[in-house]
């Protein structure tokens, strides 16, 4: 396809500064000459869970100017840039996406610097924030205004059933929710370590009750420790079996732990994620009192193509 020809297509995993690790996203920085099927066609060449397409700049309404996270006290007041953000898994678009969020703003503080950034994305806009850590760049986004609803008892039951999961496998100290922070997901708590590395599902199945419930991902997690998790994501919706790390659901986890009161109002969590792949990755949530919005950050780094 010609226009596809024109992008210039970044590699970067998120949550993870070793290529081996994270999750991996395709990034295009300059996107306003592909339309919608170009898009997606890129990312299903690119076979990643999901990728992310910068269609333009645009001013955030109200975000004045900050000092760069980089900058000396006395630095002139660097301006918030804004972009708008499309994401799309091999197989569909998506409102938004975790990890590609993460490595499309560490490749724009590679090329343009640390800083503040605002993504207009079609779930809201999400402020990002990358600063220089020990010689890492690390980004910290801040989800859109989350919400946890019920699941309906049938509805469990089918995705148990789908994953092959007895419903006494479950951790009842975590109960099963929808949870949202700019996407759907079910949040599904193993009561061990050794079920949760289990994951043999039925694709197709799982599939049909995610379209019907409009789910992202399935949560799987484990509780190792009061603020660390364990962290599994099926992803059949995107056309791959599993995510290597979320960070979209990593939002929406930390939203779920604090509406169930199983995490205070100010805490910062620990996710591993993608251990069972062989990528193994790390997010950081972070809950602020008084502020029902979620921050999820980690590292990541350009993969060589």
């Not at 992310?52 to 900050?66: C, D, I, K, N, W």
């Not at 989800?143 to 789908?162: K, Q």
Request: net charge negative; glycine share 10%; with cysteine.
């Amino acid at each position: 396809m010609t226009q596809n020809s024109a992008a210039e297509v970044l590699r970067y995993t998120a949550f993870s500064a070793d290529p081996r690790g994270g999750n991996p996203a395709g990034v295009v920085l300059d996107a306003s000459g592909l339309d919608g099927a170009a898009m997606l066609a890129v990312a299903a060449e690119l076979g990643y869970s999901e990728s992310a397409f910068l269609t333009g700049r645009y001013e955030p309404a109200g975000a004045g100017s900050r000092t760069g996270a980089d900058s000396p006290d006395d630095a002139a007041p660097a301006p918030v840039r804004g972009y708008t953000i499309r994401y799309f898994s091999p197989k569909a678009e998506v409102p938004f996406c975790g990890h590609a969020t993460v490595a499309t703003a560490l490749a724009l503080a590679e090329r343009d610097g640390p800083g503040e950034l605002v993504f207009s994305t079609a779930a809201g806009p999400v402020p990002v924030t990358v600063a220089r850590e020990g010689g890492e760049l690390r980004a910290t986004l801040t989800s859109v205004e989350p919400h946890v609803a019920r699941i309906a008892p049938d509805d469990l039951a089918e995705a148990l059933a789908a994953l092959d999961w007895p419903a006494a496998d479950l951790d009842p100290a975590l109960p099963p929710r929808i949870t949202y922070a700019g996407a759907r997901h079910l949040v599904l708590a193993a009561a061990t370590r050794e079920r949760l590395a289990d994951l043999s599902y039925d694709f197709a199945r799982l599939e049909t009750l995610m379209h019907r419930l409009d789910l992202t991902t399935i949560q799987l997690v484990w509780r190792a420790a009061p603020d660390v998790f364990h962290v599994r994501d099926p992803f059949p919706v995107g056309g791959v079996v599993e995510d290597p790390a979320t960070g979209a659901a990593a939002a929406a986890f930390g939203a779920y732990l604090r509406a169930e009161g199983l995490a205070p109002d100010s805490a910062v969590l620990t996710l591993h994620q993608g251990e069972d792949m062989g990528r193994p990755g790390t997010l950081t949530v972070e809950l602020r009192a008084g502020d029902p919005r979620v921050r999820v950050s980690g590292t990541g780094t350009r993969i060589d193509a």
